[in-house]
């Protein structure tokens, strides 16, 4: 590895403790974020990156599902809720969902990725039906689904407790929750952005409970809108206290906000500066987070790839269909297949490891067979028929 070089001076307490692996307090987060020595920043999260990780460098093959983009909550961030009858709302049938979902299976998903909008008229029997139907099916796939926020919609309008709610999931067969949803948590910037959605401090008390009952979740931070250094901070280290608690995340996901299409679409697009910063900053804060997503569909891949230098130890995974980014202007592919996600680690000087959810290495050769894909002559007859 290279040498530490600080042209920051104020940096220099902040990199003896990292070296001396001493937990950073909130005045060194917002030093951190302050800083103009973005190098000396990401020196020092590689160097975490590396001692935890060394050279490897995770993966997954996935499919994002999302039923439905119906969604009450109208949040001023977001390009992907629909009233019912906008234009472009859309809400899949189950059985578009399983065909979904085996077309997944036949591209060797090895898990399912599912959040959608908070829908008026489904009611959460529906979701639990739609979980159960895919383990039937497809009983191998690690079914990721509802972030925190939908699980305090279903909680609400099916008259259950959270607790209730996460243990029906479990039951239907959900296998972990994904980290959407969290934003910031400071009720000021919620207020502001997402002012229906569940209270930072509901999101925080939903993950503790998925943790208690043995359902592991991933954390997110939405940054680049109106939250400041000291709530961003505010936010890594609230989720720092309840990893201390549960050791329930396995791993964090900074996102980049997008403003095309939004209610906020003044506020200028992200930066590569930015987005370095935001991922190398996570690594140093949440020292008892595992892993870093580099999410490459909202960083672009090729920021995703230098961000393996600057904490990330994970690129996501071959995603397939994304609508959450896209409709709000994200130019990214909807899809990278897995030897592309091999050549970016390997470009980087990495080495690449296809994971599960839970980040064990994915031994192909003990997955069962994909089912085979329909032939064309006979759907077309099946069709005319
Ligand atoms: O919850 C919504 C964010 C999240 C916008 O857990 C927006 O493995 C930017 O959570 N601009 C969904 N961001 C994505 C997400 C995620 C992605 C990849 C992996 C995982 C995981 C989780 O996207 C939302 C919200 O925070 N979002 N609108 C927007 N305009």
Redesign the pocket.
Known sequence: MSKLTISDQRLKPIADKVLAEERLTVQDGIALYRSPDLLAVGWLANHVREKRHANVTYFNVNRHINPTNVCVAH?K????GRDPSAPGAYTFALEEIYQRAEQGVREGATEF?I?GGLHPDLSFDYFLELIRGLKQRFGSVHL?AF?M?EVGYFARIAKLSVRETLLKMKEAGVDSL??????IFHPRVRKIICDHKVSGQMWLSIARQAHEIGLRS?A?M?YGHVETEEERVDHLVKLRELQDQTHGFV?F?P??????N?SLSYIPKPTGYADLRNIAIARLLLDNFDHI?A?W??LTPSIAQIALRFGANDL?GTVVEEK??H??GAKTSEFTPRAELERLIRAAGRVPVERDTLYRPVDRSKLPAAPPAPRADLVSLTLNV
């Open positions: 949040c961030l977001c390009a992907f990725h959040v990721k972030t926020v994904p980290g959407g949803g969290a934003e991933n997110t939405l791993t996901i996102l980049a906000f997008h403003p095309d939004t997503k999410y569909i909202m996501d959450i980014y409709d709000a």
